[in-house]
């Protein structure tokens, strides 16, 4: 199902990336991968827009939706790069900080009790993580090391049968970064996985059961 007006509204009037299209079908793997039953988990939450659709997703089937950020921007968010937003540096330390705008978002949204948000690096959070996951999206870094160091901490979580979401995979360089493409193909690569959708930069795979 698609998602409510309210949630859609909200989805869009939050500050971030993510068109409405790649939206959709983030959603509707959401929706299918929640019926799992377990958490569904982002790394990159920058101000909220995708977790948005995470958290009405894990709403509806009673579970939760986990996001992690260290909340301080990814390499082209800091000043001087294309997608710095100046509105968002906290002067009190000169750094960036989408914490304060991210709660904002969920509050309007009314979708805080259904977010945990752990604040921090990615790859600490996963290296204390200790359940399975039905769904596993990865939208952080985009350099090589922080893509890397996302699928390879949070994919070992995943339950069999659970969703990996994948963003900005580009396979022409010409239309961005190639990281992402790289963990995308890795993942196809390693035979456990399925290709399910790809909408524009958005990919989803599903995990195999487990071998007998």
Request: aromatic share 6%; hydrophobic share 40%.
């Amino acid at each position: 199902m698609p998602p409510k007006p309210e949630i859609l509204a909200a989805f869009e009037a939050a500050k971030g990336f993510m068109p409405l299209d790649e939206g959709l079908a983030l959603h509707a793997a959401a929706e299918e991968a929640a019926g799992l039953g377990l958490p569904l988990l982002e790394v990159g939450t920058y101000c909220g827009r995708s977790t948005i659709l995470l958290a009405a997703a894990a709403r509806e089937a009673g579970t939760t939706a986990v996001t992690v950020d260290h909340h301080r921007g990814s390499e082209e968010q800091q000043p001087g790069w294309e997608y710095h937003d100046a509105s968002l540096v906290d002067e009190a330390v000169g750094r960036m900080d989408t914490l304060p705008v991210f709660r904002r978002t969920l509050h309007q949204a009314g979708l805080e009790e259904h977010v945990l948000a752990l604040v921090g690096r990615s790859p600490l959070a996963a290296s204390l993580w200790g359940r399975p996951l039905g769904l596993v999206f990865i939208d952080g870094g985009h350099t090589d090391e922080h893509a890397t160091a996302d699928y390879e901490g949070w994919v070992p979580h995943l339950a069999p049968g659970g969703l990996l979401v994948i963003h900005d995979v580009f396979p022409d360089p010409a239309d961005g970064g190639q990281a992402p493409y790289r963990v995308y193909l890795r993942a196809l690569e390693s035979g456990e996985f399925t290709e399910v959708s790809v909408t524009r930069s958005l990919r989803v795979l599903r995990r195999g059961p487990v071998a007998a």
